[in-house]
């Protein structure tokens, strides 16, 4: 699984509905991967089911971890998220130990790759769950990427918005602190302006909540990410 190659991404959500009609177009749009995940009511059966259903088109497909029990085999690889921000300590190491723990040998390490979140929209569900500090100004967000960088050596960090519109100017302080790892954004992508605004100043750009609320926009979203450089006077 080569994130390093990702500059878009799709992120589809196991406990909301999509016609095979989008399934289709969003699989077939040209972007980098598919993403399977989500934070609430996500179970092995409509992991399975959604993989299922993607499986039937070329695009790479990984799941992203938010409940153990929702772990299925079949994906091209698995992203692990550390919520860096989270005041609850079982979003932190807790489940993580508990799926070793429970799994142990059945892991395949080179399957997987951990993301260090970074939440920063109160409203979002993760948020409320792991009861983030989303207060971060730009320099307390930049300090919590190079902690996943330098203290934890992660490959990914993720700032996420979910659902909303994210502070351009906090993302580029972020990637200005970052020298190896990549950054992903996701919150608000939903259409080519906006995708382009952020292409500029992150590697990788994930849309998720545009899928089920405006297909077409989120579509277009593809080829304005692709077509658009990281700016290095931006980023």
């Excluded at 080569?2 to 009609?21: E, I, M, Q, T, Y």
């Excluded at 979910?162 to 580029?172: E, F, Q």
């Excluded at 790892?181 to 608000?188: K, V, W």
Aim: glycine fraction near 6%.
């Amino acid at each position: 699984m080569d994130v390093g190659a990702w500059r878009h991404v799709f992120k589809l959500d196991p406990n909301k509905p999509l016609s095979d009609a989008a399934l289709e177009a969003v699989c077939e749009s040209g972007t980098d991967a598919i993403v399977i995940g989500g934070t609430d009511g996500v179970t092995f059966d409509n992991t399975v089911e959604l993989l299922a259903r993607v499986r039937r088109y070329a695009v790479p497909c990984v799941q992203e971890i938010s409940s153990l029990e929702a772990v299925a085999p079949g994906f091209d690889g698995y992203l692990v998220p550390l919520v860096l921000n989270a005041r609850d300590p079982d979003w932190l190491l807790r489940p993580h130990v508990e799926a070793i723990r429970r799994l142990g040998r059945l892991i395949r390490w080179d399957e997987l790759v951990v993301e260090g979140y970074i939440v920063l929209n109160p409203e979002a569900k993760v948020a409320r769950l792991t009861q983030s500090d989303t207060a971060l100004d730009a320099e307390m967000a930049a300090a919590y990427a190079t902690l996943a960088e330098r203290l934890l050596s992660l490959p990914v960090v993720y700032l996420e918005y979910s659902g909303t519109r994210g502070d351009v100017a906090l993302v580029r302080r972020v990637r200005r602190a970052l020298e190896r790892a990549r950054l992903f954004y996701g919150g608000g992508v939903d259409d080519p302006e906006v995708a382009r605004e952020m292409a500029r100043v992150a590697d990788t750009v994930v849309v998720g909540n545009a899928v089920y609320t405006n297909l077409r926009g989120a579509l277009a979203t593809v080829a304005a990410v692709k077509e658009t450089p990281v700016n290095a006077a931006d980023a």
